[in-house]
């Protein structure tokens, strides 16, 4: 398996609070993604890097910011947390974007419930 | 990135061949088919992906349709470990590089 962890890996926090969640890989791999989880919508990408400090929105952006000042950590932070932000967080990683090598691996997962 | 039919649900015998089925009528030539399987709470894992040609690795084999409109994933040898969602993805490399889950298929393995 990948080499990639995820911290916390459950979280339950008040609306209004910030939160951040952690993601670490030992693979050296260049991209990483943070992606939730939620029933009847699948895996929805929020935000991916493709090196350090190089960053770019997914499909469902609004309300996180990341940041990835090392290679091997991306984090996801909620500034605000809101209730509709209660999901499972999967961060995945890749060696490349294009041909073999831009397979994405997923680590374990990070439950939060915003209450 | 081509839309893909799977079924619900299928049941297996422990120790049997688990055949998944997957469509994807509308795929490009520059689309890879890619499997991954999530066991319940865990993250997705990635089992195999191919272009055209029938791959094989030590979790699966991957079997495309040579107009590539449908392809089928071979688990050889089912354990009950196995059971999971399993989805069938179509998209081309590069880009923005996400991925898109559908609803996938709950394989059951049973005794």
């Known amino acids: 398996d990948a080499g990639i962890t995820q911290s916390p890996r459950h979280k339950v926090t008040e609306t209004g609070t910030p939160v951040t969640l952690r993601c670490h890989q030992t693979?050296?791999?260049?991209?990483m993604y943070w992606y939730r989880q939620d029933p009847g919508h699948g895996l929805r990408l929020i935000h991916y890097s493709y090196g350090v400090k190089d960053t770019d929105k997914g499909e469902v952006s609004d309300g996180y910011s990341v940041s990835r000042s090392k290679t091997e950590d991306f984090l996801l932070t909620l500034e605000s947390a809101t209730s509709s932000q209660t999901s499972v967080y999967f961060c995945?990683?890749?060696?490349?974007?294009?041909?073999?090598?831009?397979?994405?691996?997923f680590g374990p997962g990070t439950r939060l419930t915003v209450l | 990135d081509a839309k893909t039919t799977q079924p619900p649900s299928m049941d297996c015998a422990e120790g049997r061949a688990a055949n998944l089925p997957c469509n994807h009528s509308t795929i490009s030539g520059n689309e890879y088919v890619y499997w991954y399987r999530q066991i319940h709470s865990q993250g997705p894992q990635y089992i195999i992906h191919?272009?055209?040609n029938n791959e094989t690795n030590e979790m699966a084999s991957l079997i495309i349709t040579e107009d590539r409109k449908s392809s089928t994933l071979i688990l050889p040898h089912a354990t009950l470990r196995d059971t999971a969602v399993y989805y069938c993805?179509?998209?081309?490399?590069?880009?923005?590089?996400?991925?898109?889950f559908g609803t996938g298929t709950q394989l059951k393995v049973e005794l």
């Open positions: 995945a990683i890749s060696e490349s974007a294009s041909g073999r090598k831009d397979t994405q691996y």
């Open positions: 191919g272009l055209k």
């Open positions: 993805i179509v998209r081309a490399t590069g880009g923005g590089n996400k991925l898109t």
């Open positions: 693979e050296n791999h260049r991209y």
